[in-house]
Structure formats: C-alpha cells, structure tokens
C-alpha cells in the first residue's frame, strides 16, 4: 500500500470480529482519529510522535463489528481544510472501502464529491467525537466516506449511538430516528420533497448550473418533489462559522504547548520563549492564521465573537424554518470556483466550502451524491442536507435515486 | 486609618469541594499523594478526550450555594478562562462566568460591637482547580515540576459584594462561612491545607461617600488570622498613601507573614471569558433542587435555636453546642443518655474540649464516647463522685477506653455522702484547726473555705462537697 495514501499502514491488522455487520469490510481512518498504538499526529508539528492512549469510540464500534482497519490516511492540518488530505483517494484507488475524517467545514463531503463517491455527516451529536483530534468542538464531526450507500448505512449503524465519554451527545434515543433505509420494512415514507436552495446557485457558472437543472430533473424523476426555497442569509453561514470556528480552534489548540508531547523547540531560555517558539515552529501558516483571527476575538472584539453566536442561534432557527414544508434541501456539495490550488489563506480554505459549512454549524445531518453534476472542473457532488436527526431518511432519499445495479461507480 | 476615610473590601474565596473525584474526570480528588499519581488522560487533556462533568460536584456545589442562602439558577454554564502558564495544561481554564451557578447570598455575622451585619454574597460559581508548581533546583539550574493531581479538583468561587468595612469583619464573615460550609458537609473549608483560599479586594474612601475606589487584591493568606492582619495593613498602607498624595494603582500585594506586611506582585494577566462548546449547559429542576435543599443539614443558627427551645440552653451556650456540625452530634448523643442538657453543654465546653485540644485530638475519634461522657455525668448527677473526680475520671477515659463506672471503681473516686463518716471528719477538721474557727466565728467568712478545702483534702477528694459543707455550717454554728 502507499505512503502516499498513509500515514500509518497497521503491520499486522488484528483478526476482524465474527459475524459483525461490518465483516470483512477495510476502512481507514485519518491520522486526526486515535488508534490505541497508532501515532495520531493529526497532520501537525504540535502532535509529532503522539501515540494515541486509546482507540475513538468510532474505532473501537467499527472493529467491533469486523471492520479491518487498515491504516491512517494523512489529513490536512488538524483537520482544517483539505490540504495533503488522502481519505478519498484511498477509497477512489480501492485501498479501502469506507474511510473516516474529521468534518470542520465540509472536508468530507467535498473530498467525497471531487473523487466521485459518497460522504456523509452525520447530525451532530449521533457520532460520538471521543477519539478525534479537532479544531472546531461545536461543529466537528465525524464523516464517513464510501463507494455504496450500503456501506455508508452500515457503517453508520455500527458507529452511532450513545456514548458517556461525549459529552455533547444528546439524550435523544437513536430508536427515534430510526427510519428509512436498513430500517424496519414499512417505515418508509411513501412521498419525499425537497427544497431547492436558490441562494446556493449563485456560486455555480453557467456550465454548473446546467447541469445541476439536470440533476433536479432526475430527482424529480425519481419521486422527489421539489419546491424552490428562498434562505436569504444563506452568506451569514460562511460569516457566523469562520468567528465561531477560530475562536474555538484558539482554544482547541491551547493545549498544544509542545512539553507534554508533540514538537518542543530547544534552546529556550525560559518557558514563555518555550511556548512562543514550540507553537511557532509547529503550526502551518494558514492554520495560524486562523488561531490569531480567534485570538483577535477572544481579546480585542469579543462583541464581534457574542454577536456571531446570536447569528448561529438564529441561523438554526432558520435552517428549522426552511424544513417546515420540505424533508430535506438540495444543493451542490462544490461550487466551480473552488480552486484546485491548495488554499494559502483562511479565506481560501473558507472558499471551497460555503455549501458544505452550513450543516456544520446547524449541525445537521449531509450528504453527497457522485454522479449527477459532472463538469469540467471535476464532479460538483449533489448535497442532500435534512434536519437534525434525519439522518436515515437523507439516506433513503438517496435510495431512491439510484437504480440499485448502477449505484457505485 | 484616619478616622475620615472607611475601607471597602470585598472577598473572593476559593473553596474546594471534598467530592470523592475531580470535576471532570474519575481521578481521585485526594491531597497528599505521590505527584502526578491522580492523572489520566482527560486531566492532563491529552488530544481527543473531552470533559464529562461530575454530578457530585453540581450536587456539592449546589449544597455550598444554598448553605450561604443563594438562589440556585436554573442553567448555568462553563467558560473557558484564557490564559496561558505551565499550570494549565490545555490554555484555558473551564469557570462559570457568564452564568454562574449562584447569585444573591448572604451571611450575618456578629460585628465588633455585637450588632448584627449583613455581609451579601455577590454571586458563586464553579471551577476546576489548576495543577501545582513545584520549583526546585536540580544541581544549579532552577526547575519548574508540574503535579497534575490537583489539576481539574472541584471547586467554587464564593465572590462577596464589597460590604466588608472592617478586617474583625472579614474574620468573622470567614468562621462563620467555614462553618456554615462544613455544616453543608461540602468542604473541609482548611486554609492551612489549602482547600479554602481567600483574596481580599481593599479600596479606601471618605467616609459616608457611595463611591468606589480603586481596590489592591492581596493574595497569599494560609489563616483566617492572617487575613485579618493583611487586610489590616493594607487599609494603613492605602490611608499612609493617600495621606502622601500617592495615587493608587490597580494592582496586587502578597501577604509576607513572616514580615507582617504586603508586597506588590507582577501585573496579572487577566485572558478572556468564552463560553466551552464541549460542557453541555447545566439545566437544574425544581424537583432536583428540592431534593438538595432536602439534603441540606439543619444549620448552626436554626440548631442553636433548637437547642435553646427544646434544651433550655441559654444563648451562648446554643451557639457554642451549634457552632460545629461534629459538636452538635455529640452533644445531642450526649443529651439523648437523659443527662442534663445544660450540664453537658457546659462539660463539654468546659473540660471536654480543652482536654482534647491539649492531646491534640479530634471529637470524632476521641476514645470519650457519647455514651462514655454521659455515663460520667450521670454519676455526677447522682453524686456518686463530685466534680473533682469527675475531671480525673475524664482525663483517664481519654487514655484508657475503659467505662467511667470501671474507672470509679479501679481508682476508689466513688463519693463519700455517708453522713457519719462525714460527721467525724468534720469534727477531726475542726479540732486540729482551732484558728481558723475562731477567725470564722469572728466573722471572717474565708475561713469557711480554708476550712472545707481542709476536710476535702483529709477525704481524698472523695467527700461529697454539697453534704459537707451542710455538715461544717452546721457545725460551725
Ligand atoms: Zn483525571
């Protein structure tokens, strides 16, 4: 298998479980996911030689149920943005058949839909966060990539629930979501709609939104009524989570101080110059970028920080509002302006995302579908985004839109 | 001070809570263990770990607001205090700023001229405790150890509004809060152990002014004392200062108790407050708190109260039978042996607890039982030895473990009251000391005393000091 791909590679895999619903399934998880003996390096200088104590509660499930776990892939910074990140080209490359990543801003779902298959984030609070090294604690999430809905099911059911070690997982028992796909038979809904998020077009070119007129059609086609949904401060998202996201990544990172584990730099006359110069040495320039901007706000404009929070709130409520007469939004995972070129700036890595951070910070549950905004910049993917806790429902949606011998390709 | 400036001081008290476990981890909350012993890796928050919240330290900290008479709010949230020292292992520091868990308390306290003074708590929240730092030299190169096992120890800050005038009163505020705390079964409350740390916030102004002057916090206090004494200082230093045409300046002073005086300390940085998005919102019912107030033992005001109703103690003695939750016990297991409440009272303010502080031991695990101790009193009671016997009997129910009736025994304290026995001491007494009965007859009441402690002493002690001195007026006559 390639370095390039892992990071890790695990010598000698474990014998999966008997008989689990994952048997004989490979998986990989980004190196920001802790294996119990893995170096768990999260793709920064600040965890350099960090052995992970303990496996993620989303490892230990998904070998519990006889997921091989090959290896880690190499993730961007932390988790931030999708620069060096490999997870979809283990999938696209057939190392794997389900990888994990962190999702801060959407990574999962566009790495997904640049490499063709499926991603999805699940509502926040079903996965557990135990485990993962993230940036943005009120909006990571772990995402699971995969060529087959199938697999995304599976995986899905063997990961969530419950788990006393998040304490951000919420009350609600899982058996209350339980619908659509992989459920019970019967419990499927016989009619779906979905609202078109108007605003989300803007970011496509002619060529774009072409295609996606296409891929409405197709939906419509296969049962999903549509209705055009108007969500005016859908600009608001990328605003509200770029002030709440650095804020909590400056604190995330505190603990990053270079004495306990991670990167030390030598030489220092006392412990002020040895945080100054271990922090200084270990982050990525865009990564610090986006800690001094959280800075800034915790110190200089905490208002800024407060009124970004009451945005949140009713940017929620928002979300909640446009779902009143809808199952679910569609929108495009990518818009065609996201560069190929890897992101030099905060602002840049917030470019390739503004669909995709919306679910992130409402935390609703999105996917993304290959195969039905083909252009030239690569596939755009087709975001399905439900309300909080509607998880199986996107999946059935998905169902349908697939005939099921074309589904993977 | 000049007599036209007042001191306005606020306090600030940290108080750990004596939860078996830290806030937000299963590592044992215990003093004295070997370093860096009590750690995993949530305390020294390793990558990936999050906080999960202790419900005993809510339950806790809940039973320390409501002993201090605070209004319980019904959410209540952690935030993250920013700042960056090699105490805090992950930059921030979770504390409840924006929504403390407490607001509104209050103590009376007994003031110097013995009115009463209300003293208002500002508000009270949680927090976890940083690490410890221990600065040692390894050869010559100076050395910062870390030891995590306090790190993330339950605690909360009890922040007064500034009604303090004076240091009596901010002595006075602390005993009665330490014990209002210990009754709430909360904390050990020990400034010398560390599990109550006070700072106090010092500003002077001309008397009868409303406004509010720039305060110095002074830091570094181990006994309630010492707070008294720094607070002192302080409030002559500012009214010195002010008197020179010195401004003062925000900033603050460490107690050198050894020199008796404050010392400026480097500036402090103050980071900001933002809210933790991993500790979910705390969300108290009215059942639940019902439940805690439920939970709440009886406290020293309504005990002493109590007391006096329901055992006819007088004033001091209540509050003195009140004014510890391990003392009321006792006394009222003592009590419940049908001895007489206000003799126990006063033998166990009286002898009882000088004799334990002069061993050095502790009412719990004293050897005196409840039981023991009422036995003694009972033979008191019932003149089977006097008041004298009754001291030595206690001394040596101390040592032995023995019963008071097996200690009478060993040792013959049993009172002699038999009249005749008595009778012919008396004359024997009076014989060998014609003087003295003379001067009495002469009117020289002394000689009465000289003349009982004779007989006493001739009895061994053992003469029933009530007949006796009947026996010798008699005689006398
Ligand atoms: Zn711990």
């Known amino acids: ?409 | 001070m000049t007599t036209d400036h007042e001191a306005v001081i606020g306090l600030e008290i940290h108080v750990q809570l004596n939860c078996p476990t830290k806030m937000f981890c299963d590592c044992p909350n215990r003093a004295g263990d070997e370093p860096n012993q009590n750690t995993c890796p949530i305390c020294l928050w390793l990558p990936g770990n999050l906080p999960r919240f202790s419900r005993e330290a809510l339950e806790k900290a809940t039973l320390a607001c409501l002993a201090l008479n605070c209004d319980i709010q019904k959410e209540s949230a952690f935030d993250q205090k920013v700042y960056y020292y090699p105490d805090l292992p992950k930059g921030y520091q979770l504390s409840q700023f924006h929504h403390p868990l407490a607001k509104n308390g209050w103590l009376n306290i007994t003031d110097a001229d013995g009115g009463t003074k209300k003293i208002r708590i500002q508000k009270i929240h949680m927090e976890e405790d940083v690490a410890r730092l221990v600065h040692e030299k390894e050869g010559r190169t100076s050395v910062s150890l870390v030891d995590f096992n306090r790190a993330g120890a339950p605690l909360v800050e009890i922040v007064t509004q500034p009604d303090v005038r004076t240091p009596h009163q901010a002595m006075e505020f602390l005993r009665c809060l330490r014990s209002q705390l210990r009754y709430s079964g909360s904390s050990d409350c020990s400034m010398e152990q560390g599990t109550m740390r006070v700072d106090a916030n010092v500003s002077l102004r001309p008397r009868g002014s409303d406004q509010m002057n720039t305060k110095v916090e002074i830091k570094n206090m181990n006994s309630i004392r010492h707070v008294g004494d720094a607070i002192a200082y302080e409030i002559t230093r500012q009214a010195n200062s002010l008197k020179a045409g010195e401004p003062i300046v925000l900033h603050t002073r460490l107690w050198d108790p050894d020199n008796r005086v404050t010392t400026a300390m480097r500036g402090k940085f103050e980071g900001p407050c933002v809210p933790d998005p991993s500790v979910p919102r705390i969300v108290v019912d009215d059942a639940w708190l019902e439940e805690m107030r439920r939970a709440l033992p009886e406290m020293p005001d309504k005990k002493a109260a109590r007391f006096m109703e329901q055992y006819g103690l007088t004033a001091e003695e209540a509050s003195m039978m009140s004014a510890e939750r391990e003392l009321s016990e006792y006394f009222e297991a003592v009590v419940e042996h049908k001895t007489s409440p206000r003799l126990a009272a006063q033998w166990i303010s009286g002898q009882l607890l000088p004799l334990l502080k002069e061993r050095n031991a502790v009412l719990p695990e004293s050897a005196v039982t409840p039981e023991c101790f009422a036995g003694l009193l009972l033979m008191l009671a019932r003149e089977e030895i006097n008041a004298n016997a009754a001291k030595e009997v206690l001394k040596r129910l101390q040592e032995s473990g023995d019963t008071p009736e097996e200690i009478v025994a060993q040792c013959g304290f049993r009172q002699v009251s038999e009249a005749g026995e008595l009778e012919a001491l008396v004359d024997r007494v009076l014989a060998e000391n014609p003087s003295a009965v003379e001067n009495f007859r002469k009117g020289a009441s002394k000689a009465m005393g000289f003349l009982m402690g004779q007989a006493m002493q001739a009895s061994g002690g053992k003469a029933n000091p009530r007949l006796l001195k009947e026996i010798m007026t008699r005689k006398l006559q």
């Open chain 1, 1 to 409: 298998m390639d370095s390039k791909i892992f990071s890790y590679i695990d010598p000698s895999p474990p014998a999966p479980a008997d008989g689990g619903a994952l048997s004989g399934k490979r998986a990989a998880v980004q190196s920001s996911i802790s294996v119990k003996g893995w170096p768990t390096e999260a793709g920064s200088r600040a965890l350099e030689g960090f052995i992970a104590l303990e496996d993620a509660t989303v490892v230990e499930r998904l070998r519990a149920a006889g997921a091989i776990l090959a290896g880690n892939t190499h993730t961007g910074e932390l988790g931030f943005g999708l620069a060096g990140d490999t997870a979809s080209q283990a999938l696209k490359n057939g190392l794997v058949d389900v990888t994990l990543m962190t999702d801060t801003l959407g990574e999962g779902r566009v790495a997904a839909a640049s490499a063709g298959v499926f991603g999805f984030k699940p509502s926040y609070g079903r996965v557990s966060r135990f485990g993962l090294v993230g940036l943005v604690p009120s909006m990571d999430c772990c995402s699971i990539l995969g060529k087959s809905l199938d697999d995304l099911a599976a995986f899905l059911e063997a990961v969530e629930g419950h788990d006393d070690r998040d304490p951000s997982m919420g009350d609600t028992p899982l058996e209350a979501f339980r619908m659509g796909r992989g459920s019970s038979p019967g419990s499927e809904r016989s009619s779906l709609s979905a609202g078109v998020v108007v605003q989300s077009l803007e970011s496509l070119n002619a060529g774009g939104r072409k295609v996606f007129e296409e891929a409405l059609r197709r939906v419509e086609k296969a049962g999903i009524a549509l209705r055009e949904v108007q969500c005016e401060d859908f600009d608001l998202f990328r605003i509200v989570h770029n002030v709440i996201g650095s804020v909590e990544a400056s604190s995330s990172c505190g603990k990053f101080d270079g004495v306990r584990y991670g990167h030390c730099a030598a030489g220092a006359k006392n412990w002020n110059e040895m945080y100054l110069r271990s922090r200084g040495e270990s982050f990525g320039r865009v990564l610090k970028a986006y800690l001094f901007q959280g800075a800034y706000f915790q110190f200089e404009n905490y208002p800024a920080f407060e009124r970004a929070c009451s945005l949140r709130a009713k940017l929620a409520q928002a979300g909640r509002k446009w779902l009143d007469g809808v199952d679910m939004m569609i929108l495009p995972t990518r818009c065609a302006a996201a560069h190929d070129r890897p992101a030099e700036t905060v602002e840049q890595v917030y470019d390739i995302f503004p669909l995709t951070l919306p679910a992130n910070v409402t935390g609703q549950p999105a996917l993304t579908l290959p195969g039905f905004l083909p252009t030239s910049a690569g596939d755009l993917g087709l975001q399905l985004v439900g309300p909080a806790g509607g998880d199986r429902l996107l999946l059935e949606a998905a169902g349908r839109l697939y005939p099921r011998t074309e589904e993977a390709r």
